[in-house]
């Protein structure tokens, strides 16, 4: 056991400040461990979202010395010994309190978005999909919504751009609609007009933190980019629909 | 760099950031590795000379459309293919083949995929590291606005495509002195910058879209099966595609010194032919 400062942000969105703890660590404790043992001895009404403790109900997000990480998945035995460790909430997102932010912002988005239209079923009835084209869109569906792609992205945390930019949470889902073989909805223009494709200028941030390991930036956010250019940047492509009446 | 807190304590600001890692190595490498490369290549460009050492090409000045004859370590006149320099040539201007095809890979780094990770982020500062305060600007526009020219990438890559081919024809010329083959150190080093070349671009996201990811279905007839075939193994290469950019860029840049430092008479070459 050994005993390590923390130095956590206490507040609400009106403000707050930093508050420093000293709690004992035992061996193989996560920093939600730490928070939960700061919580039951010195802070009562320290406010954490959490659930699983396992990394996979994507509650815990917050910056863990300036990092935006999930608290369950943060081991405290790869922090130098005598390292403060200092723990925000997330910053893209409104403060409710303490550690806890608003993320509804990002659900509001997912409604925006054309939801799965398939084609229609075949004579008997049975949709049939080749393993080579579920795994494609599987590896989009391991996503945890714990948002700290959307809270690195520097198009929603620095640039106050969520008026034209919908995040890469977002744009996961709208690459595993658009890459979905048996979905027939054309979602290219609203890519482009709607949830700002073009913003993205791909510095990988979401990719580097997604806790899942999506290659987000190069299985996704560039996939559906491609598909923008297809449409409205490719000359040579546009002839081709043109001359033969193509999408 | 001014910083000013807000609400959950996060600091704000260009570079502003309560990361507690050297976030900044990475940018700070990337400036010196992208800038050194910029400032060679630019150099060697403007030189116009020493470029060609028997049967060895620097990659900076292939293919050479003109030749000025009378350059110190020019090509001989026949390896040109569009003859003599052009009297049209602005004065001011040197007279050097590398400015007659320089733009073509230049323009398809530029706009790579990785490297604009890399220049956003260590010289545009939009940010300079995941987390860290960006330079402030008063409304961003990504690509939208003078960058989507970004969008031309695949038209970049297929010139890269096409230098790849003429990159490998220098590179099986430079096996032969006086029509006699041999091998020489030379010969390697322009033997692996194709292949490094084609290393990097063959992994290119643009080009993994065209071969088989722009296909929603990779099964449902026999064309999707061999793009999916096709894609799957650009994707190899794509995981890899900083790595390829990095070497091949690298070695660009050493073919070049190594042709120039023979030219020049400075290093000798180890080869078969004596």
């Known amino acids: 056991m050994s005993e390590r400062l923390f130095r956590i942000w206490r507040g609400t969105a009106a403000g707050g400040s930093f508050v420093e703890y000293r709690v004992d660590v035992d061996p193989g404790m996560v920093v939600l461990d730490v928070l939960h043992r700061i919580q039951a001895r010195l802070a009562n009404d320290l406010a954490i979202r959490w659930n699983c403790k396992a990394g996979k109900c994507g509650s815990c997000s917050m910056e863990i010395n300036g990092r935006p990480r999930l608290a369950c998945m943060t081991r405290m035995n790869q922090f130098g010994g005598a390292e403060m460790i200092a723990v925000q909430p997330m910053k893209t997102f409104p403060v409710v309190k303490d550690l806890v932010t608003d993320v509804s912002w990002n659900y509001e988005q997912n409604r925006r978005i054309p939801p799965f239209r398939p084609k229609p079923r075949p004579a008997d009835g049975q949709y049939r999909m080749r393993q080579v ?35 890469p949470r977002l744009m996961i889902r709208l690459a595993s609609l658009e890459m979905h073989p048996l979905d027939t909805e054309d979602r290219v223009p609203a890519l482009r007009e709607e949830f700002g494709s073009g913003l993205c200028n791909i510095t990988r941030c979401c990719t580097e933190v997604c806790p899942e390991q999506i290659q987000i930036t190069d299985n996704g956010i560039i996939p559906l980019k491609e598909r923008v250019v297809d449409r409205y940047f490719d000359p040579l492509l546009g002839l081709v629909r043109k001359v033969f009446r193509r999408k | 760099m001014a910083e000013a807190a807000r609400a959950g304590g996060h600091i704000i600001g260009f570079a502003a950031t309560t990361r507690t890692d050297r976030w900044w ?15 060679y290549a630019t150099w060697a460009a403007f030189q116009g000379s020493h470029y060609y050492y028997g049967p060895y090409l620097s990659p900076f000045y292939s293919p050479l459309l003109f030749i000025d004859p009378n350059a110190p370590g020019a090509a001989p006149l026949g390896q040109a293919w569009f003859g003599t320099w052009p009297s049209w040539w602005p004065s001011f201007l040197p007279a050097s083949p590398a400015f007659l095809i320089l733009v073509f890979p230049g323009a398809f780094r530029a706009t790579c995929y990785y490297y604009r990770k890399a220049y956003y982020r260590s010289f545009f500062g939009t940010p300079p590291g995941c987390a860290v305060g960006p330079l ?37 010329r430079a096996f032969f002195r006086d029509g006699q083959f041999g091998v020489g150190v030379g010969s390697v080093v322009l033997l692996i910058n194709p292949t490094l070349l084609a290393g990097y671009t063959f992994g290119c996201h643009s ?29 190899i290469l794509n995981v890899g595609h900083m790595q390829w950019a990095w070497a091949s860029l690298f070695w660009v840049a050493l073919s070049d010194v190594y042709v120039r430092l023979l030219s020049m008479g400075v290093l000798r070459d180890l080869s078969t032919w004596g």
């Open chain 1, 133 to 167: 084209d579920v795994d494609r869109v599987q590896e989009f569906r391991k996503c945890i919504e714990c948002f700290l792609c959307q809270d690195v992205c520097h198009v929603l945390r620095d640039q106050s751009r969520k008026d034209a930019f919908v995040g």
């Open chain 2, 25 to 39: 190595v990475g940018p700070l490498l990337t400036v010196l590795g992208l800038g050194g490369f910029v400032v």
């Open chain 2, 136 to 172: 402030p600007r008063r409304r961003y526009r990504g690509e939208t606005g003078l960058l989507i020219v970004q969008n031309l990438h695949r038209y970049a890559l297929y010139f890269a495509i096409a230098f790849i081919f003429i990159l490998y024809d220098d590179a099986f």
């Open chain 2, 207 to 235: 080009w993994r879209h065209l071969v088989g990811g722009r296909l929603d279905c990779f099964s449902c007839d026999r064309s999707s099966a061999l793009r999916h075939g096709i894609w799957k193994g650009v994707s």
